[in-house]
């Protein structure tokens, strides 16, 4: 096995000490908007609406606000749990991607025949995200800066150039370095279409706002327990404060269980850790260039992810994606220092210019992995129900797909994007536990075997791959 970058070429132990010495634990993104964020009621009494979305996450929002604006006569009401955008949709990096299917490889994987359509989907959905924030005014700092990934080991270089989106570009060590300058980067591949950023609880607290302002009701503090009904009564939302009945139903729970039983094995929850650094100085910024202000990844199968934010910070997340036995969701599991120290040690493996640079948040989310590493959906009651799940990180573009799919859907209607295969088909299942355990920690320690065996795939991987099933770090 041959030791990673990150192996050979550690920060000193008091470097990463230092840098993590005076960092909170809290998201940055929500920490941001806490004092300005509205709040709205909690469920009080039962009540009847033509539709109902459970779910205050990006999914649930573009979704009700997409059925108000086809009937606007209609009453839409939406159930959070907690707040909205607390979770996934609050605390993820902001990286607001064209892919809808986790990426050009596993289109290609899964679905050769459509990725090119899927491909085209993907970019008029981006398209369409941002002439929505346009039109709207909505301040979530959207900017389409394009994506750099990034090869950091020998056999990583030899992938470049193998996209079929003709959009990408391939960049040598120095290319890459012009654009942003680190010793590790040995070439990339820019697409300058693939990705914006944005400022994540900003957005989830102006679609909020937009929705509450064409007519949607927006009830947080409300979880769902129960979901009752048939093809031809009225849908049920039970919460412990009262019953929502509506026609039809839009399910977007992301990670957590599934109000329809046949899906709760469809995602486990995976944790993923973040940091965010200080502002930078001129100088510092000036030293790893970076005017492009690019979404950046590197090519590995535990891979590192990193963004500037407005005011010239720079998020720092990935590599670890942590499974706990039990598939349980806990606040515990956000503070988690080996992984937080991890990256600060690979961090300042990746820009030893910044040495001396400070974290001021540390923090954690949780990943609605699927076996496919991206979206599904599903249906009931005669699909009047409709569900969505299994985003995989890579939720906060594909979420305004899936909204224009779940309407579609409601509506019976028969379009491109409904009749896609990664719409129409749902992938398999994750076994119950202890199998879940055994195999996802086995599918980690064989993803890791591979960034340390110059990414060679060992039989497990190509008997998951062969069997469309996975775990994506």
Not at 62 to 67: D, Q
Not at 87 to 98: D, H, I, L, T, Y
Not at 136 to 157: I, M, W
Request: proline share 5%; aromatic share 10%; glycine share 8%.
């Amino acid at each position: 096995m041959e030791p990673t970058i990150f192996e050979t070429n550690p920060p000193a132990a008091h470097t990463v000490d230092a840098s993590l010495a005076d960092t909170k634990l809290a998201c940055f993104w929500l920490d941001d908007i806490r004092d300005s964020a509205a709040r709205y009621p909690k469920l009080g009494n039962d009540l009847t609406a033509d539709d109902v979305v459970v779910g205050g996450g990006y999914a649930g929002l573009w979704t009700a606000i997409k059925l108000k604006a086809e009937h606007p006569e209609r009453r839409i009401v939406l159930l959070e749990a907690v707040e909205v955008g607390w979770a996934a949709s609050g605390r993820n990096g902001g990286f607001c991607e064209a892919s809808i299917t986790h990426g050009e490889p596993n289109a290609e994987a899964r679905w050769p025949n459509e990725t090119g359509i899927l491909r085209r989907l993907g970019y008029e959905n981006l398209d369409a995200i941002e002439k929505f924030i346009a039109d709207n005014k909505l301040d979530a700092e959207f900017e389409r800066n394009g994506a750099l990934s990034v090869a950091n080991a020998p056999y990583q270089v030899d992938w470049l150039g193998e996209s079929p989106d003709p959009l990408v570009q391939t960049l040598n060590a120095e290319e890459t370095r012009k654009r942003i300058n680190s010793p590790t980067f040995l070439g990339g591949e820019y697409s300058p279409r693939e990705n914006a950023s944005i400022h994540p609880a900003k957005l989830a607290a102006e679609l909020a706002r937009h929705a509450t302002e064409i007519g949607v009701e927006i009830f947080e503090r409300s979880p769902v327990t129960k979901l009752e009904g048939d093809k031809f009564g009225p849908i049920r939302l039970v919460t412990d404060a009262g019953t929502v009945s509506a026609e039809r139903a839009a399910l977007c729970t992301n990670v957590f269980p599934s109000l329809l039983k046949r899906y709760r094995l469809h995602t486990v929850p995976v944790y993923d850790y973040v940091l965010m650094t200080e502002p930078l100085t001129d100088a510092q910024l000036k030293s790893i260039g970076w005017e492009g202000r690019e979404g950046l990844a590197d090519m590995a199968n535990q891979f590192h992810y990193s963004r500037l934010t407005t005011d010239n910070r720079i998020l720092w997340g990935g590599y670890d994606a942590v499974y706990f036995t039990g598939g349980k969701i806990k606040a515990e599991y956000e503070d988690r220092m080996e992984s937080h120290r991890r990256l600060a040690s690979h961090f300042f493996t990746t820009f030893p210019q910044l040495e001396g640079l400070k974290f001021t948040h540390r923090w954690a989310g949780v990943i609605d992995t699927s076996t496919r590493f991206c979206a599904f959906f599903g249906e009931a009651f005669g699909g009047r129900v409709q569900y969505v799940s299994g985003f995989t990180g890579l939720g906060v573009g594909t979420t305004h797909f899936a909204a224009d799919v779940i309407v579609d859907r409601l509506e019976g209607r028969v379009t491109e994007r409904t009749e896609v295969e990664m719409v129409k088909k749902v992938p398999l299942p994750f076994p119950p536990e202890p199998a879940a355990s055994i195999g996802i920690n086995a599918t980690r320690w064989a993803l890791d075997r591979a960034d340390h065996n110059q990414g060679k795939r060992n039989m497990l991987l190509k008997t998951l791959d062969a069997l469309g099933l996975g775990f994506d770090s």
